[in-house]
């Protein structure tokens, strides 16, 4: 192998670290983003809980106008039932006086199930206001902490892009951008070791895929410095450091 070979032996090892702290600093930042969906979710809850207790209150508001309208006909009715002029009319005055009063009766019973649910609601609602108030102050000491650990992190993470940098001056554009494009695929292992097993006849595999490969692949890696892939994986095969010799 030659300096092309051993720069992407190089380049791989500091990928391998950059991606590493690139991982780090998601992680941080993620915890964050759960205490803010965490937010969103109640902040949500409360939402519904105000829709609902409107939908109550319309409710009473309809049911304190039925009785409204109701209890001016009733006296009307009353007025009339004392103005009634025989029995028959007298009995169907009262008659309708009573169903009247038996109606609002039950309107009574709901509207004042009715005005329960609209204060349990509402005391629901202050408590959840509660939790968004205490949840936005976490909130606050999570992003507090996180900036400083990201901070600490974006610094490693600069001095590894520059030794990224420099570890790949003298690669070939189109051999950086092949290592570019594995090392997506392979979460950072664009190159794979060859792997060699038994005596005297060696067996040889890719350290990726753990697929067999030719004497003659190792021997134009012992010999030259072009860039060969496993034919089962692609990736770019090289041989361990220590036994090129």
């Known amino acids: 192998m030659g300096p092309v070979l051993n720069g992407l032996i190089k380049l791989q090892e500091v990928e391998s670290r950059l991606r590493g702290v690139k991982q780090k600093l998601a992680r941080t930042r993620r915890g964050l983003t759960l205490q803010e969906n965490q937010l969103r979710?109640?902040?949500?809850?409360?939402?519904?809980?105000?829709?609902?207790?409107?939908?109550?209150?319309?409710?009473?508001?309809?049911?304190?106008?039925?009785?409204q309208i109701r209890d001016e006909a009733l006296k009307k009715r009353q007025e009339e039932l004392n103005n009634a002029k025989n029995n028959k009319e007298y009995?169907?005055?009262?008659?309708?006086?009573?169903?009247?009063?038996?109606?609002n009766s039950k309107k009574e019973n709901e509207?004042?199930?009715?005005?329960?649910?609209?204060?349990?609601?509402?005391?629901?609602s202050k408590q959840i206001e509660s939790q968004i108030e205490k949840q936005s102050q976490k909130i606050e000491q999570v992003r507090e902490?996180?900036?400083?650990?990201?901070?600490?992190?974006?610094?490693?993470?600069s001095k590894l892009q520059n030794?990224?940098?420099?570890a790949s001056r003298g690669i070939p554009n189109e051999v950086l951008e092949l290592f570019r494009r594995l090392s997506d695929n392979y979460d950072g292992e664009a190159l794979a070791y060859v792997d060699s097993t038994?005596?005297?006849r060696r067996n040889y595999t890719c350290g990726g895929c753990f697929m067999s490969l030719t004497n003659e692949t190792v021997n134009q890696l012992l010999s030259n410095d072009d860039?060969?892939?496993?034919?089962?994986?692609?990736?770019?095969?090289?041989?361990?450091?220590?036994?090129?010799d």
């Open 41 to 67: 979710n109640i902040q949500n809850t409360l939402e519904s809980k105000k829709d609902e207790a409107k939908l109550i209150r319309n409710k009473i508001d309809k049911i304190e106008l039925e009785m």
């Open 111 to 124: 509207l004042l199930e009715l005005m329960a649910a609209l204060e349990n609601e509402q005391e629901e």
């Open 145 to 157: 902490q996180v900036n400083v650990k990201a901070k600490d992190i974006q610094e490693s993470l």
């Open 198 to 200: 038994g005596g005297k």
């Open 91 to 103: 009995s169907a005055l009262l008659t309708e006086i009573n169903v009247n009063k038996a109606d």
């Open 227 to 244: 860039i060969i892939r496993c034919p089962s994986c692609s990736r770019i095969v090289v041989l361990h450091q220590d036994k090129e």
């Open 163 to 166: 030794e990224w940098d420099e």
